[in-house]
Nanobody
Framework: QVQLVESGGGLVQAGGSLRLSCAAS????????MGWFRQAPGKEREFVAA????????YYADSVKGRFTISSDNAKNTVYLQMNSLKPEDAAVYYC??????????????????WGQGTQVTVSS
């Protein structure tokens, strides 16, 4: 069992920045990948970014490429999402997700076994 705790959400003006953090904990767990998804009211949960833990390979949704950066501190079992140039359409609840073992598809929610509780990001225009 892996517990994920997110932090860093809040209210920001359009064009501003936020940094989300997600710390993973549990007894003797492995990590293949961690990712970020978001869900706006009335919409499906959508992929934002993912990071392959050992290789450091990153993946981004087209809508956030060049603005968001996913990174990790493997020693702390923590993944970050630096969000710059935020737009009103980025507003959503952001969820951290954890994949313990290999899986091909890291851009779909079904690829992850554990989820955080979510953190709200609000972007004012």
């Amino acid at each position: 069992q892996v517990q994920l705790v997110e932090s860093g959400g809040g209210l920001v003006q359009a064009g501003g920045s936020l940094r989300l953090s997600c710390a993973a904990s549990g007894r003797s767990f492995s990590t293949y990948a961690m990712g970020w998804f978001r869900q706006a009211p009335g919409k499906e949960r959508e992929f934002v970014a993912a990071l392959s833990w050992n290789s450091g390979t990153t993946y981004y949704a087209d809508s956030v490429k060049g603005r968001f950066t996913i990174s990790s501190d493997n020693a702390k079992n923590t993944v970050y999402l630096q969000m710059n140039s935020l737009k009103p359409e980025d507003a959503a609840v952001y969820y951290c997700a954890h994949r313990p073992v290999y899986f091909s598809y890291l851009t779909v929610p079904a690829g992850y076994s554990y989820w955080g509780q979510g953190t709200q990001v609000t972007v004012s225009s």
